[in-house]
């Protein structure tokens, strides 16, 4: 069939779309047939109501006019209602030939291919001239009347050979051309497209949040929970700055805002470093920063007694001796699930004043894949978040069995998440192979991240060595694909993810890391893994959101 550019055009006239019809039906495979063609340089408008591209014989630019055209020796008219105006459609489509050969061959598509043959004509389908007429500028070959309707295209043939002047017909790859120079580069909207989108939106609080906000203004001991995608992390920042500029009549505070995982805590402080120097909290950074800048010990990494119990006691200690201008007014602590029992009374011993000074803590519950638990000793008055505003519908629906209590979706819409069945023991190939996929499909590599819940990634481990713990973690933002591990990545999000279940299913809290881990993809999210494994970590219902079937399990 021809190529019809466009496909389905919008005529003003129906004597434009009868013509288009009657091509459309005689034209061939290698034709093509354009409507409605503009371009526009700097000696004026030119519009042609068809063009016809036939490799091996030339380019024709048609100008339609319907019931009412005749010719007397004053020239060309148009009669309608009893009125009579002057036209000339000869001139219109040589005007037209000129104008859009001329922007063709001036066009980078064109390249060096020089000149091909053009020809003109006009149509008239709902009028007959006879066999004999035709004029000095308008051979009767060149105008194709009612009764040439059946045998258009061979007519236009007959035209456009009669038309070249010694200039070579065009050939495929010229017709292609020049279908790129009249109608531009196609762009489809890509996801990406879509992503920058929902990204900016998100920049700004949601009319929840700010409620939020102003609730907190009247409330000193807090804590706000909300599933994953819900904004806790927007909010935790914004009630850091807030609690610090002051404003209304309130003086601004020390404040200290805090996470347990280095990530969440670079993710913290490149925020911040943002912000105006007076609306930055006094200290922003993990507990363990938190008690290193009163003389706290380093500790060695793999030694669990000291993270865990040694040093949440000096901690405590260390806080209880502080100068009350050391101290702070108010504290923040985002992803407060992370926060063992003893890890609360150095929080606490920090505060100027432990009985009324501020709390605001920022919670989910589900996101505790830490063997420890902990709540903070005073009471705080609990607030609900219960809208997810970062994830697609798409990605908030396949994660949604495994949220600690029902959430509505807000964050648009997005693909299907997909998932692709493998062997454990190859889910890191697999995996890397749809980082590949996604990176063809011109996702930018700084918005993709692979994340694994077993083994971490060789490229994880590489980098790590390199730059140490905190210098990778800076690679969050660096423009190349992130590779992490579902332990440190909460409160971090990336617009494609690849998520990487390269284990058994057999280890300790698996449905908060599958949770955690599916939760990191604003935009694409992509389920590597073994079906048996999957629903054992995350039960049939993700399972069969995912599109696991039988016969993958088996």
Same mark, same amino acid.
């Given at each position: 069939?021809?190529?019809?550019?466009?496909?389905?055009?919008?005529?003003?006239?129906? $004597?434009? #779309?009868?013509?288009?019809? #009657?091509?459309?039906?005689?034209?061939?495979?290698?034709?093509?047939?354009?409507?409605?063609?503009?371009?526009?340089?700097? +000696?004026?408008?030119?519009?042609?109501?068809?063009?016809?591209?036939?490799?091996?014989?030339?380019?024709?630019?048609?100008?339609?006019?319907?019931?009412?055209?005749?010719?007397?020796?004053?020239?060309?008219?148009?009669?309608?209602?009893?009125?009579?105006?002057?036209?000339?459609?000869?001139?219109?489509?040589?005007?037209?030939?000129?104008?859009?050969?001329?922007?063709?061959?001036?066009?980078? =598509?064109?390249?060096?291919?020089?000149?091909?043959?053009?020809?003109?004509?006009?149509?008239?389908?709902?009028?007959?001239?006879?066999?004999?007429?035709?004029?000095?500028?308008?051979?009767?070959?060149?105008?194709?009347?009612?009764?040439?309707?059946?045998?258009?295209? *061979?007519?236009?043939?007959?035209?456009?050979?009669?038309?070249?002047?010694?200039?070579?017909?065009?050939?495929?790859?010229?017709?292609?051309?020049?279908?790129?120079?009249?109608?531009?580069?196609?762009?489809?909207?890509?996801?990406?497209?879509?992503?920058?989108?929902?990204?900016?939106?998100?920049?700004?609080?949601?009319?929840?949040?700010?409620?939020?906000?102003?609730?907190?203004?009247?409330?000193? =001991?807090?804590?706000?929970?909300?599933?994953? *995608? $819900?904004?806790?992390?927007?909010?935790?920042?914004?009630?850091?700055?807030?609690?610090?500029?002051?404003?209304?009549?309130?003086?601004?505070?020390? !404040?200290?805002?805090?996470?347990?995982?280095?990530?969440?805590?670079?993710?913290?402080?490149?925020?911040?470093? $943002?912000?105006?120097?007076?609306? =930055?909290?006094?200290?922003?950074?993990?507990?363990?920063?938190?008690?290193?800048? @009163?003389?706290?010990?380093?500790?060695?990494?793999?030694?669990?007694?000291?993270?865990?119990?040694?040093?949440?006691?000096?901690?405590?200690?260390?806080?209880?001796?502080?100068?009350?201008?050391?101290?702070? +007014?108010?504290?923040?602590?985002?992803?407060?699930?992370?926060?063992?029992?003893?890890?609360?009374?150095?929080?606490?011993?920090? /505060?100027?004043?432990?009985?009324?000074?501020?709390?605001?803590?920022?919670? +989910?519950?589900?996101?505790?894949?830490?063997?420890?638990?902990?709540?903070?000793?005073?009471?705080? !008055?609990?607030?609900? /978040?219960?809208?997810?505003? #970062?994830?697609?519908?798409?990605?908030?629906?396949?994660?949604?069995?495994?949220?600690?209590?029902?959430?509505?979706?807000?964050?648009?819409?997005?693909?299907?998440? #997909?998932?692709?069945?493998?062997?454990?023991?190859?889910?890191?190939?697999?995996?890397?192979?749809?980082?590949?996929?996604?990176?063809?499909?011109? @996702?930018?590599?700084?918005?993709?991240?692979?994340?694994?819940?077993?083994?971490?990634?060789?490229?994880?481990?590489? =980098?790590?060595?390199?730059?140490?713990?905190?210098?990778?973690?800076?690679?969050?933002?660096?423009?190349?694909?992130?590779?992490?591990?579902?332990?440190?990545?909460? %409160?971090?999000?990336?617009?494609?993810?690849?998520?990487?279940?390269?284990?058994?299913?057999?280890?300790?809290?698996?449905?908060?890391?599958?949770?955690?881990?599916?939760?990191?993809?604003?935009?694409?999210?992509?389920? !590597?893994?073994?079906?048996?494994?999957?629903?054992?970590?995350? %039960?049939?219902?993700?399972?069969?959101?995912?599109?696991?079937?039988?016969?993958?399990?088996?």
């Amino acid at each position: 069939m021809v190529r019809l550019v466009p496909e389905e055009p919008n005529f003003v006239t129906q $004597s434009e #779309r009868e013509v288009w019809q #009657r091509l459309r039906d005689q034209l061939g495979d290698d034709d093509v047939l354009m409507a409605g063609v503009w371009v526009t340089d700097t +000696d004026g408008d030119y519009e042609a109501d068809l063009v016809v591209a036939m490799p091996g014989t030339g380019i024709c630019v048609i100008e339609v006019k319907g019931a009412g055209v005749c010719h007397d020796d004053d020239g060309w008219w148009m009669e309608h209602d009893g009125e009579r105006r002057p036209v000339d459609p000869v001139a219109q489509a040589r005007k037209a030939k000129h104008g859009l050969k001329r922007h063709v061959e001036h066009q980078p =598509r064109w390249g060096s291919r020089g000149h091909v043959a053009w020809g003109h004509g006009v149509i008239t389908p709902y009028t007959a001239f006879g066999p004999d007429f035709q004029l000095p500028d308008l051979p009767r070959w060149a105008l194709q009347d009612k009764n040439d309707l059946d045998t258009l295209v *061979g007519r236009l043939r007959r035209n456009l050979t009669n038309l070249q002047h010694g200039q070579r017909p065009p050939d495929h790859d010229d017709v292609e051309a020049l279908v790129d120079a009249l109608t531009g580069p196609v762009t489809v909207p890509a996801m990406a497209d879509y992503s920058d989108e929902r990204a900016a939106a998100l920049d700004h609080l949601t009319d929840e949040q700010a409620m939020l906000l102003r609730v907190t203004r009247l409330l000193h =001991r807090v804590e706000v929970r909300g599933g994953a *995608g $819900s904004g806790k992390t927007v909010l935790a920042l914004q009630q850091a700055k807030e609690l610090t500029r002051g404003g209304n009549g309130r003086p601004g505070q020390r !404040v200290a805002l805090l996470c347990y995982s280095i990530g969440l805590a670079e993710f913290l402080k490149t925020q911040v470093e $943002s912000w105006d120097r007076r609306h =930055r909290p006094a200290f922003v950074g993990t507990y363990h920063e938190f008690g290193r800048q @009163w003389g706290a010990p380093e500790g060695e990494r793999t030694d669990s007694a000291f993270w865990e119990e040694e040093l949440p006691r000096l901690m405590a200690d260390l806080a209880a001796e502080q100068p009350h201008g050391k101290k702070y +007014d108010a504290i923040v602590v985002d992803e407060a699930q992370d926060f063992a029992d003893s890890w609360w009374a150095a929080v606490t011993g920090a /505060l100027r004043d432990e009985e009324q000074g501020g709390l605001y803590v920022f919670s +989910d519950e589900n996101q505790r894949i830490f063997g420890r638990f902990g709540r903070p000793p005073v009471p705080l !008055v609990p607030l609900v /978040l219960d809208h997810n505003l #970062r994830n697609t519908k798409q990605i908030h629906e396949a994660f949604g069995p495994l949220a600690p209590s029902r959430m509505y979706s807000r964050g648009g819409e997005g693909p299907e998440v #997909r998932f692709v069945p493998c062997a454990s023991d190859e889910a890191l190939e697999v995996a890397d192979d749809e980082v590949d996929s996604l990176l063809d499909a011109g @996702w930018e590599p700084g918005h993709v991240a692979l994340v694994t819940t077993g083994k971490r990634h060789p490229v994880q481990v590489e =980098r790590t060595d390199f730059h140490g713990q905190v210098g990778y973690w800076k690679t969050w933002w660096h423009d190349e694909v992130f590779y992490g591990h579902v332990l440190g990545c909460k %409160g971090l999000e990336r617009r494609a993810v690849v998520l990487c279940v390269n284990e058994t299913g057999s280890q300790d809290r698996g449905r908060e890391r599958l949770y955690v881990g599916m939760s990191r993809a604003t935009d694409v999210l992509v389920v !590597v893994g073994d079906p048996t494994v999957i629903e054992t970590m995350g %039960g049939p219902s993700v399972a069969r959101r995912l599109g696991i079937t039988q016969e993958e399990k088996a």
